[in-house]
């Protein structure tokens, strides 16, 4: 099990209960502070326990910060756990309009002539007589002549949010989204339950609207901007990192969108890749424990203790730490494409989208299509992809990185093709490696062993966030003779 220096608790409520339990249902091993402190909030909910190497102590030092912005500049709530401080309180963040208001303006947009209608980009509003000015002489991106279509899709319409660490806006292609709407009928699927990905909840909507979908979505996303295009029952503003509602009525709006699906309920989710999957882990459960009270029997159609069907994009290189954390889950092959995703270096571009879907369906229904290459595998009861060959020795369809694993009789296991067999090392080595030479493997931010720090997806992250996790790892690695990089030098990159 996991050891994680992780707690959550609602603000005002003095139970641990609530987190133990879904620790244990994550999988994670809460490490106990002694006693039980509160976590203070900031506007974006309660707030997470981290831990850092202070300087003036020399040793390690928990402090609360912000479970969703670890951008100080975006949120600058930081309190050190020993230290009482007046600055926790909870204050909902807004954009100065509820949800109601930004629906009224919604209409009055609707009512406006064609030539009338401007949508500021930047802001992601759409803006109404005597608005327009203020945006344009900030120089914001404006569009005018908006149609009433192109309302209807707003993931196209508002400028995503990709170059900000916390929203980390990156948008599926045509492709996959079309791919994922064939899938969710074929596995008989009527409600969507969109956490953090608007292009599904847009394509359920939009196809729902032309009449060649019956199926029925929502949307839980930080980004408000989407409050103005959907109704309250379509759209609730939500922190996955806490499993925050901003709004009163959330928590209550997903109950009733759960029990209107049962079993035919799916939680489709693509969080920001830099973001701590033990957190994430113990809102999903929270999610799917709501089916369970509603559901007391259990879903026929799940096994193990995660009962909502869901499933969850994350980088291959992630596999791991995902499966440490939500075990019912397996990686499918499937290589997903987005239209503005900066993960794709040159030699990324060679071996496709280092995202995969991971999920707790079983893998013999998720049919992923032949003219992509994909092929059933009979020995897996899998699809796999077109380089990924079975291996009679491994017993497995054993690449994950885009390449074409080969097998080594040596190390009795499938390795990247880039490397082969040192028998001076002991180990499959890259061909220009120096026998001997102790070097420094793995990642330095998150510490699997199968990436390096250039590729990994937490690099925007702030370095102190993920170093809970890494505490961990970084003692095995030392332990195996792996060479680690000193504490508390760890920095943004
Ligand atoms: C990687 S993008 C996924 C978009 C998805 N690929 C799509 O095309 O629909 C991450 C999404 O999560 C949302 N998000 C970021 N941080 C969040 C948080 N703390 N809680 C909820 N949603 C968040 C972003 O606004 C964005 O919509
Ligand atoms: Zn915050
Ligand atoms: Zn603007
Ligand atoms: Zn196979
Ligand atoms: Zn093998
Ligand atoms: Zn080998
Ligand atoms: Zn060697």
């Keep these: 099990m996991k050891k994680v220096n992780f707690r959550e608790s609602k603000p005002g409520l003095n139970s641990p209960y609530d987190h133990k339990m879904a620790a244990k249902q994550a999988n994670i091993e809460l490490i106990p502070l002694g006693k039980d402190i509160l976590s203070p909030a900031c506007q974006h909910g309660p707030t997470l326990l981290f831990e850092r190497w202070d300087k003036s102590t020399s040793q390690n030092r928990q402090f609360f910060a912000c479970s969703a912005f670890r951008d100080r ?25 509820s949800h109601k208001d930004l629906r009224n303006r919604y209409f009055q947009f ?31 991106l404006l ?9 209807k899709q707003p993931s196209f319409l508002f400028k ?15 492709t996959t989204v079309d791919f994922l709407m064939e899938t969710f009928e074929s596995l008989g699927f009527t409600h969507v339950l969109c956490v953090g990905t608007p292009r599904i909840h847009e394509a359920v909507q939009n196809g729902k609207r032309s ?8 949307l839980l996303d930080l980004d408000e901007r989407y409050a103005q295009i959907y109704p309250p029952a379509l759209f609730t503003k939500y922190n996955m990192f806490n499993h925050h509602f901003f709004e009163p009525n959330g928590k209550v709006k997903i109950s009733k969108f759960l029990n ?44 193990k203790g995660f009962l909502l069907p869901m499933i969850l994009f994350f980088p291959y290189f992630m596999e791991k730490r995902i499966l440490q954390n939500l075990s019912t889950l397996s990686m499918i092959d499937y290589k997903v494409d ?65 390449t074409t694993y080969v097998h080594c009789d040596a190390c009795l296991r499938c390795v990247k093709p880039s490397r082969s067999h040192c028998f001076k090392c002991g180990v499959c080595q890259l061909k220009d490696h120096v026998c001997g030479q102790q070097v420094l493997l793995g990642c330095h931010i998150c510490g699997e062993l199968d990436h390096k720090r250039r590729d990994c997806p937490a690099r925007t992250t702030n370095g102190e966030s993920l170093k809970t996790i890494r505490l961990g790892k970084r003692k095995q690695n030392q332990k195996c003779g792996i060479r680690a990089k000193k504490q508390g030098t760890m920095s943004n990159v």
């Design 143 to 151: 569009k005018h002549k908006v149609g009433l279509k192109d309302v």
């Design 338 to 402: 987005y239209d503005n995703h900066n993960l794709f270096n040159s030699q990324q571009k060679k071996k496709g989208s280092p995202v995969r879907m991971f999920t707790n369906i079983s893998q013999v229904l998720f049919r992923l299509p032949a003219e992509e290459g994909y092929w059933f595998c009979q020995s897996c009861q899998k699809y796999s992809s077109k380089e990924n060959w079975h291996c009679k020795d491994c017993r497995a369809c054993t690449s994950k990185d885009g």
């Design 73 to 97: 500049k975006q949120c600058q709530f930081f309190q050190w756990a020993d230290q009482k401080s007046s600055n926790a309180s909870l204050n909902i963040e807004g954009n100065g309009f």
């Design 211 to 218: 009449g060649n979908m019956s199926m029925s979505s929502m």
């Design 260 to 303: 209107e699906g049962k079993e035919h309920t799916i939680l489709v989710t693509d969080p920001p890749f830099g973001g701590l999957i033990e957190a994430l882990a113990s809102s999903f459960t929270k999610i799917s424990s709501m089916l369970k009270e509603l559901h007391p029997d259990g879903n026929p159609s799940m096994e």
């Design 160 to 174: 995503p949010l990709d170059d900000n660490k916390t929203f980390a806006q990156y948008l599926f292609s045509k």
């Design 110 to 140: 609707k009512k406006l002539p064609r030539s009338s209608r401007s949508v500021c980009c930047t802001c992601g509003r759409l803006l109404l007589e005597g608005e327009l000015s203020d945006h344009a002489k900030k120089g914001h």
